[in-house]
């Protein structure tokens, strides 16, 4: 398919710009849509690079007017509620303890030997404590970039963190404040932290949000401490649900999502800004695929089987059906989303980095 630029957008201004990731111009039409999810006006477009084949939305929205894609409902900016892991009864949260302790490496919630029993639990309970528990890492100094209201804040500092936060959004901000020993409000690229100063860097569902994704991984990388760990979280464009439903897919975000990664993206955008993966998960939760289903069912003028899909019993069955399936779709590397681990390469030149053109 030919690209049309401008021809589509009829909503915010836009802006032409080659790949993000391997500077080439040249790219086909993959998905057009508008904005599903909070209604922004306009239709927006995602490309796939011809040289490189990573997907990014063209035209795209211009910097100073990024902030007209988040309108006041935006949902990281609502109330937090950080999912802090101490409830339940209490031999739970002995399970708990023991998870972070031996799973995470927390050293504050060593109780000596555990029974059995709270070690099996706390075994099981490890596999969801994983994606919202930072591990443990050198003198606990978190920093959570694009924080929204600050719900991954306030579960570190419930853990013992000394969190520090970066958010935009001046509103959201200031209810991330009440988690965050520092805070800044404003672009990552231009917060004043010191290199060096953070044992722990994450960025959940922020690096597809802004327009040079390298630049700011390189910006993450520079505030890690020696031994620091980059965590980084996005939607998976290479997963089963970007491919069964294509343009109807709720990871598109349009026009909030510039970049859309697979794995294999991710992968290259994280070494170029000098780093290396260490690790790379992968999950799929059943509301991804509802979400998308109701998409794709009103797309084909399906509304009222869409709408029949939000009854509770009907809803129940689906994400039953899904919650048996999905742990398969994740081992088999084609989830939803997508979490690295990323670490510094030692001597790499970040900073000076030239984005190339042509093939990567
Ligand atoms: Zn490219």
Redesign the pocket.
């Known amino acids: 398919m030919v690209l049309e630029i401008g021809v589509l957008v009829a909503g915010l201004a836009t802006l032409d710009d080659p790949?993000f990731?391997?500077?080439?111009a040249d790219a086909d039409q993959v998905w057009t849509t508008p904005d599903r999810a909070l209604g922004v006006p306009g239709v927006y477009t995602v490309v796939c690079?011809r040289?490189?084949?990573?997907l990014y939305q063209r035209p795209r929205v211009p910097d100073e007017k990024l902030a007209s894609c988040y309108p006041d409902h935006y949902p990281r900016h609502q109330e937090p509620s950080p999912r802090v892991p101490f409830k339940g009864s209490w031999r739970r949260i002995s399970a708990v303890r023991w998870a972070l302790a031996a799973g995470l490496g927390y050293p504050a919630f060593r109780d000596g030997e555990a029974p059995l029993l709270t070690r099996l639990r706390g075994r099981l309970l490890l596999r969801r404590l994983r994606w919202d528990c930072l591990p443990w890492i050198g003198q606990g100094r978190y920093l959570d970039v694009g924080c929204g209201s600050g719900a991954a804040l306030g579960v570190a500092r419930a853990l013992g963190w000394q969190v520090a936060g970066i958010e935009p959004d001046r509103p959201a901000a200031e209810k991330a404040r009440r988690f965050a020993d520092d805070l800044y409000v404003g672009a990552a690229l231009s917060a004043p932290f010191a290199p060096g100063r953070f044992d722990v860097v994450t960025a959940l569902h922020v690096v597809e949000h802004v327009p040079d994704p390298v630049r700011l991984v390189r910006r993450m990388l520079e505030w890690l401490a020696p031994g620091g760990l980059l965590i980084i979280e996005v939607p998976n464009a290479g997963g089963l649900g970007a491919r069964l439903f294509g343009r109807a897919w709720s990871g598109l975000e349009l026009p909030r999502h510039l970049s859309h990664f697979s794995p294999e993206t991710l992968r290259r955008a994280v070494e170029r800004a000098g780093g290396r993966v260490l690790w790379c998960w992968q999950r799929a939760k059943p509301r991804h695929y509802l979400w998308s289903l109701r998409n794709w069912l009103r797309d084909r003028g399906l509304g009222r089987l869409a709408r029949l899909t939000e009854l509770r019993l009907v809803y129940g069955a689906l994400k039953l059906i899904l919650e048996v399936t999905l742990p398969l779709v994740s081992w088999a590397g084609r989830g939803e989303v997508i979490r690295v681990g990323v670490a510094r390469v030692p001597g790499s030149q970040q900073g000076i980095m030239p984005v190339p053109t042509g093939r990567?």
């Not at 040289?51 to 990573?54: R, T, Y």
């Open positions: 790949c990731l391997c500077g080439s690079c040289d490189c084949g990573f990567v």
